[in-house]
């Protein structure tokens, strides 16, 4: 199976359709946080991005495809996984940040945004 690699506009795009969220560029990484709580990274020369997870899905992920998937830490009960970009596709792309979003933002937002993935 080949895999159609993600870029970095593609998670740029995904994450700026989901509701809240706020953008911080760093020197070398930027943050992605809602309601000012961090759910997401991306370090450009890397191509990596950084979400959070549960730590089930986190060990998961590495397990299943290490090639793809790192651990990066383990915090307040999640698991953060750095994501290459290129193995992944954006379908797959957007459930991660969906998810990592989902597990940070607060409830109205959640409501309002319901289950509907980024596209």
């Known amino acids: 199976m ?3 690699p993600c870029e970095i506009p593609d998670f ?3 994450v700026s ?3 809240g969220v706020s953008r911080s560029d760093r020197d070398k990484w930027l943050r992605f946080d ?3 709580r961090a759910f997401g990274y991306l370090w450009p020369a890397t191509r990596t991005v950084g979400l959070k997870q549960t730590i089930v899905e986190q060990l998961s992920l590495v397990a299943e495809r290490p090639d793809v998937f790192e651990v990066q830490f383990t ?3 999640f698991g953060w996984v750095v994501v290459h970009l ?3 596709e954006r379908d797959e792309l957007a459930e991660l940040s969906f998810e990592a979003w989902r597990l940070t933002a607060p409830e ?3 409501e309002e ?3 509907e993935l980024p596209s």
């Open 2 to 4: 080949t895999v159609v």
């Open 86 to 88: 290129e193995g992944v």
């Open 34 to 36: 809602v309601d000012s």
């Open 17 to 19: 359709q989901l509701p």
């Open 12 to 14: 740029l795009d995904l």
């Open 113 to 115: 945004r319901a289950d």
């Open 75 to 77: 915090s307040g009960g």
């Open 108 to 110: 109205a937002l959640l």
